[in-house]
Nanobody, 114 residues
Framework: QVQLVESGGGLVQAGGSLRLSCAAS????????MGWFRQAPGKQRELVAT???????SYADSVKGRFTISRDNAKNTVDLQMNSLKPEDTAVYYC????????WGQGTQVTVSS
């Protein structure tokens, strides 16, 4: 089992920045992927960014150039730096990891006002 705890959500004006953090604990295999998904009201959950333990990153087209994912393998943490935020980035953001199975955090609300 893996537990994920997110922090860093909140309310920000358009054009502002937020940083999300996620800490994983439990049985974590060395070859894993961590990342972030988000779900806006009335919409499906979508991938935002992922990063493998080897350092490979992927981003949704909608956040490329604005969001940066990073991780600390020794601490089992993953961060998401979000810059130039837009109202359409408003959603609940979920930390995610795949380590033999998929695990989700409880989610943190990000609200971007126009």
């Amino acid at each position: 089992q893996v537990q994920l705890v997110e922090s860093g959500g909140g309310l920000v004006q358009a054009g502002g920045s937020l940083r999300l953090s996620c800490a994983a604990s439990g049985t974590i295999f060395s070859d894993n992927t961590m990342g972030w998904f988000r779900q806006a009201p009335g919409k499906q959950r979508e991938l935002v960014a992922t990063m493998s333990s080897g350092g490979s990153r992927s981003y949704a087209d909608s956040v490329k150039g604005r969001f940066t994912i990073s991780r600390d393998n020794a601490k089992n943490t993953v961060d998401l730096q979000m810059n130039s935020l837009k109202p359409e980035d408003t959603a609940v953001y979920y930390c995610w990891t795949y380590s033999r199975n998929a695990y989700w955090g409880q989610g943190t609300q990000v609200t971007v006002s126009s």
